[in-house]
């Protein structure tokens, strides 16, 4: 392939090498594809002329601020968050024109985005994860091999601590489950977790139930009309059943995982071991843990204590 010469084309290059190279996530690759786009077409209405790749390495630290206080205003504004996102997602299209393309920007380095507090995980309690687990199975509307696919589905999610886009990359030839699972997650970083017999029942229930002969290699966990069983369908899945239960919004299912953390550290599990069966890169993710026990031991304190 010829050297880029547009922006449009730098960026197209750019996903092209986070997708194959980088193997990064859908999800990730939409949300930095749609950052760059409005980042080159703030920049092109900026200067009043399309931008080139030589054009890029020229922006100045000024231009990458105006576009952030452009993110901030509209009929959509961005939140600190969304705008620290957008900001990492730049940089990282920066650091691919100088190493790729040979076109450095050291002005990018000079900008910093919005101080954002990092929140506490919002887990469900351990009455709640069984709820959203055993509800399925209170509605008369789905086939009984559909309540034993979500049943197991959620039960991976909290006995285990996956991602969705873990639990529904379990193939056929994964069941049935061994003592540990081999689990790859984000940044191809491959982490050993441990299947409680709880986990291993519910995907044999599954497995068992299941109306479709699979290939060995074909996605385990699969919709009503045959196909590879979809994150939405899970997400949606959860809303409902929070709903019948009476849960926040928060009760998501990546609360699910959350709870996984926070309950083993609460019944004295070390941080080291949690950020390995969470596949955690970093340890300070991980401690972030610690802020929801805290404030469940301020709770308990608070409600049992005859001072308080």
Known sequence: MASPVTAHEARALWLEHLANERRASPRTLEAYGFAGARYIAFLEQHRGESLTVKGLAEVTAAEVRAWLAHLRQGAAPLSPRSMSQALSAIRTFHRFLDRRLDAPNAAIALVRGPRVKPGAPRPVTEDQARGLIEEPALDPDREDWEVARDQAVLTLLYGCGLRISEALSLKRSDAPLSDTLRITGKGSKTRMVPVLPAVREAVEAYVAQSPFVLERGEALFRAKRGGPLSPRHVQATVQTLRSRLGLPASATPHALRHSFATHLLGAGADLRSIQELL??????????????????????????????
């Open 279 to 308: 596949g955690h890169a970093s340890l300070s993710t991980t401690q972030r843990y610690t802020e929801v026990d805290a404030e469940a031991l301020l709770s308990a304190y608070a409600s049992a204590h005859p001072r308080a």
